[in-house]
């Protein structure tokens, strides 16, 4: 078994150079074990700088999306986080040539490329659109083997006795490593994080008693919060939507890089459904309740609502929970805010569009560590100025001037009841911006975070308690569709 890095990014420009071949690359702390697997990803959840050491011992390769510029293979010197910024930077040196994989050709008077870059991509277990994404991942393969039999590298052997530790296994590795601690990273955080279980209830009753004494502690604090539920039907789900979830196979976030088709293609097929639906916002919202993965996630007002979210799908084979989220009033958004409309537009740009907008945050940032709004001048950047075109589309009076710390933040929205399930579900929204992330109990200022868990034995007594107060498939999922199916159900289990 074997692990190399790949770090690759939009072009060269965005590589800071110095002396003796050693270069930085920065990324937007979403970026980071990307296209990854899963049980790899999750070693890297708690982002910590020891953490990385480990990431030392590996190959790294240099590479741009869609192979342009060049290719070169780096070790890993050093790992810094900026969490005020969101940004990770990778110090690394160069212990290869840069390799330019496309070179011009005067009797063809074309480029013409010096491998086959299909080949290489299988060479770097690439999968889906992941040539055309900025990221940093980690792959389990044996990168020499791999490159071998592309004769791009003339010392790949030399190269190689760089890293006698390339072999160390991520998942289980070993106490000592020369003079890094490899499970420092690891074996210390799975023991801090292991020490909290959320309450477990295993009734209707003994879950209102919860949601009494969960609303007491948050309102005993006089922050002026306001509390919302959701439901998973496995307690392992993260706070995130569906759009930007990671495949578990590691083919990335399969649904964000289509998200600007996801948009088009439903509104070009049913356009008479979003008929009335005026803004961004109320588009997304119709997308959501129809199943299309959105960058918002469905919160509730009623605490028995995410209860039957938690306990719906029987099928699951883990215990359910259930989030309570709590805002401060002063934060929450309403369907027709300036600071939404510039989130829900992030759907009609493409994957580059996204990426070049992102890292040209990071580059700003970079620059000047004051910088926090991007204004007219920044519309020299063209991929700002279509961003700005699509807001301007919906709303023709919006200033050029939107604050970067909201452009990637996630929001609570109250949007409009004009829509059936909205009103039986009491429904909000949080909405995601650029790279945001998941939402966890400990890092994230903007709310705060209870849980309580359902044993996947107890689901089924649940929503027979939850028929009783009404609350079910017909009335949770309003249509004549569902209405027939809850009294088909009843009749079948002997209740009418």
């Not at 780096?74 to 969101?86: C, P, T």
């Not at 309570?324 to 409309?341: A, E």
């Not at 040209?360 to 007219?376: A, E, F, G, H």
Request: hydrophobic fraction near 35%.
């Amino acid at each position: 078994m074997a692990y190399f890095n790949i770090l690759q990014s939009f072009a060269e420009y965005e590589i800071e150079g110095s002396e003796n071949n050693i270069i930085s690359i920065t990324y937007d702390i979403s970026r980071f074990a990307e296209y990854t697997d899963e049980s790899i990803r999750k070693k890297f959840k708690s982002l910590e700088e020891e953490s990385f050491l480990v990431l030392h011992n590996f190959p790294c390769i240099i590479c741009f999306e869609d192979f342009k510029d060049f290719i070169a293979i780096a070790k890993l010197k050093d790992v810094k986080l900026e969490n005020s910024k969101r940004t990770i930077t990778a110090t690394l040196e160069l212990i290869s040539e840069k390799i330019a994989l496309r070179i011009y050709n005067p009797d063809s008077q074309r480029m013409t490329n010096i491998c086959d870059l299909d080949k290489l991509g299988i060479a770097l277990n690439f999968d889906g659109w992941e040539k055309t994404r900025t990221h940093w991942a980690i792959k389990n393969s044996d990168l020499f083997e791999n490159l071998a039999p592309l004769k791009i590298f003339e010392n790949l052997e030399a190269i190689k006795e760089n890293f006698p530790n390339q072999n160390i296994d991520i998942l289980s590795p070993p106490q000592v490593i020369g003079q890094i601690n490899a499970t420092i990273g690891f074996s210390i955080k799975a023991e801090i994080k292991g020490t909290y279980t959320p309450p477990y209830i295993s009734d209707v009753s003994s879950f209102i008693s919860k949601v009494i004494d969960i609303n007491k502690l948050i309102n005993n604090k006089n922050e002026n919060r306001e509390v919302f539920y959701r439901g998973h039907g496995k307690f392992s789900y993260e706070l995130l939507p569906t759009l930007l979830r990671e495949d578990p196979k590691g083919k990335g976030k399969i649904y964000l890089q289509g998200e600007h088709l996801l948009f088009r293609e439903l509104l070009t097929i049913e356009p008479l459904s979003f008929s009335n639906d005026i803004s961004g916002f109320d588009i997304l919202t119709r997308m959501q309740h129809y199943g299309m993965p959105t960058r918002m996630l469905d919160i509730s007002s009623n605490p028995l609502t995410a209860l039957y979210f938690a306990c719906e799908n029987l099928k699951h084979d883990e215990d359910g929970e259930v989030l309570f989220i709590s805002v401060k009033k002063s934060d929450i958004c309403f369907y027709d805010s300036d600071k939404i409309s510039c989130l829900t537009n992030l759907a009609k740009l493409t994957t580059k569009q996204k990426d070049q907008l992102s890292q040209y945050i990071v580059q700003c940032q970079k620059n000047n560590s004051s910088k926090t709004i991007l204004d007219k001048d920044d519309l020299k950047e063209k991929v700002y100025e279509q961003y700005l075109h699509c807001i301007l589309n919906e709303k023709p009076y919006f200033k050029p001037r939107i604050e970067i710390e909201d452009l990637k933040n996630i929001f609570c929205v109250k949007g409009r009841l004009n829509q059936e399930r909205i009103i039986a579900q009491s429904g909000s929204f949080l909405i995601f911006g650029l790279d945001a992330e998941a939402i966890s109990e400990s890092d994230n200022t903007n709310f705060t975070v209870h849980k309580i868990r359902i044993k996947k034995e107890d689901k089924k007594n649940i929503l027979d308690e939850l028929d009783l107060l009404n609350i079910n498939q017909r009335t949770v999922y309003p249509s004549m569709e569902n209405s027939a199916k809850y009294i088909k159900n009843k009749l079948e289990n002997f209740q009418i």
